[in-house]
């Protein structure tokens, strides 16, 4: 008998149907489905313009979709959103630190936001900090930091309330090669160790290559939504950038959404 996947058994933390969000005439999202299992590290590959912020706005609930149906944790993103942020952290391309605080300062205002006790707050960063080699700057006003360490930072105060569900939109941009494995492997470690789900978007081919899964996200539509052996495999083995120019390219040669 063929065994069952292992998503077989658990409760996806994000099921999206037919998702469509336009900024007037322009159409950011055409109709977008997909879903993801605890655990599971899932990258969203998309050139320039493809809509992967838009996707990432939507699941955060800054905005709502036109069209279509989001499930986050469980929770309908319309109906219950409190809810379904709870458990949901996010690091966004834009960095929302604020500059003049310290590091503690910008991670406590988050902690109290999400109304943790003060105790627990300081015993969670403290840990963090140490865990990043930040603990000497926690009073350092963020405006003075390396961008790899504001990236840590964003990573650190976006876990600090524990969520199951963690959302990565290019948040290696502007980092060298080392920052950019590091905060790579840190993320990855966590969806490994089974801590949260990751939803890891970006432009980057490299950044794709160790996920359970790679949606191609391409002018607002899943061209593709498999493994990245397959990825591979469809343009005929050249590897994952030829792939991935291929089907930017078009025509869509897409693999039926899972
Ligand atoms: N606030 C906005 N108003 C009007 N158009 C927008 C707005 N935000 C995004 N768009 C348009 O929607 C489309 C998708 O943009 P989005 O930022 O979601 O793509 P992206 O994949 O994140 O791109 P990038 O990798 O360049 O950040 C683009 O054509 C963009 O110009």
Known sequence: MTPLPSTAFSTPVLVATGLQ????????????????????????????????????????????????????????????????????????????????????????FHTDLHGIARKTALQRIQAGLEQHGLQEQAGTAVRALSGGNRRKVELLRALLHQPRFLLMDEATVGLDPASRQDLMRSVEALARAGEVAVLWATHLVDEVAHADRVLVLIQGEIAFDGLPSELIAQSGGLGLEQAFLQLCQGPRAAKPVA
Request: charged share 15%; aromatic share 6%; proline share 6%.
């Open 21 to 108: 969000k336009s900024y007037g005439p322009r159409q950011a999202l055409k109709s977008v489905s997909m879903s993801l299992y605890p655990g599971q590290f899932v990258a969203l590959l998309g050139p320039n313009g493809a809509g992967k912020s838009t996707l990432v706005q939507l699941l955060s609930g800054l905005f709502v979709p036109d069209k279509g149906d989001l499930s986050v944790l469980g929770f309908d993103i319309r109906r219950d959103a409190p809810k379904a942020l709870a458990g949901l952290g996010v690091v966004f391309q834009q960095s929302s630190l604020d500059l003049d605080l310290s590091i503690r300062a910008n991670l406590l």
